[in-house]
T-cell receptor, first 114, second 113 residues
Framework: AAGVIQSPRHLIKEKRETATLKCYPI?????VYWYQQGPGQDPQFLIS???????DKGSIPDRFSAQQFSDYHSELNMSSLELGDSALYFC?????????????FGSGTRLTVV | GENVEQHPSTLSVQEGDSAVIKCTYS??????FPWYKQELGKGPQLIID???NVGEKKDQRIAVTLNKTAKHFSLHITETQPEDSAVYFC????????????WGAGTKLIIKP
């Protein structure tokens, strides 16, 4: 069965550079969530989209932005990268908000800022 | 808002024994409680979930119990195996929070051979 696809799997950037992470949800899933997970931490919610509109916002820095496109894939854009942005970034998708149908996570993008 | 606490942070059990991980939540409106297993470098994988209209759910060696009155839910793994070693996260969510997952801090489960 198709899963949530994230790209790239690994990314190394220098401070002050920009990065774009991509998430391709499970086909027919209409909701996408982005999470940031630091070493030894639980995932922290960043932002979510339902039907291409932002549905909820968590602890996403102003330097980050995201959007969901017409094909439901989502991109997380990160600018002016800082060392503290090094983390695993997970995307999850669900159907109709997830409460009734659950969530499926991608394998994540490991971002290293040097 | 919702707050989820998870205990213990690390759990070491002998292979074949049972493991229990406990979580408490604060928001009585929460109605969906998933458990995720995360192996090193991988995304969290849903292993079992329970909804607020059910008190217990079992899937082979894994079971989850929910006590709505006390606002706590637990993950039970019986006959543990080496492949059960991972970090386990509980989470809670509710419709009135746009189904945003509120996570516990995680439990590192170590299965000793």
């Amino acid at each position: 069965a198709a899963g949530v696809i994230q790209s790239p799997r690994h990314l190394i950037k220098e401070k002050r550079e920009t990065a774009t992470l991509k998430c391709y949800p499970i086909p027919r899933h209409d909701t996408v969530y982005w999470y940031q997970q630091g070493p030894g931490q639980d995932p922290q919610f960043l932002i979510s989209f339902y039907e291409k509109m932002q549905s909820d916002k968590g602890s996403i820095p102003d330097r980050f932005s995201a959007q969901q496109f017409s094909d439901y894939h989502s991109e997380l854009n990160m600018s002016s990268l800082e060392l503290g942005d090094s983390a695993l970034y997970f995307c999850a998708s669900s159907l109709l908000g997830g409460g009734s149908y659950g969530y499926t996570f991608g394998s994540g993008t490991r971002l290293t800022v040097v | 808002g919702e707050n989820v606490e998870q205990h213990p942070s690390t759990l070491s059990v002998q292979e074949g024994d049972s493991a229990v991980i406990k979580c408490t939540y604060s928001d009585s409106a929460s109605n969906y409680f998933p458990w995720y297993k995360q192996e090193l470098g991988k995304g969290p994988q849903l292993i079992i979930d329970i909804r607020s209209n059910v008190g217990e759910k079992k899937d082979q060696r894994i079971a989850v119990t929910l006590n709505k009155t006390a606002k706590h839910f637990s993950l039970h793994i019986t006959e543990t195996q080496p492949e059960d070693s991972a970090v386990y996260f509980c989470a809670a969510t509710a419709m009135d929070s746009n189904y945003q997952l509120i996570w516990g801090a995680g439990t590192k489960l170590i299965i000793k051979p």
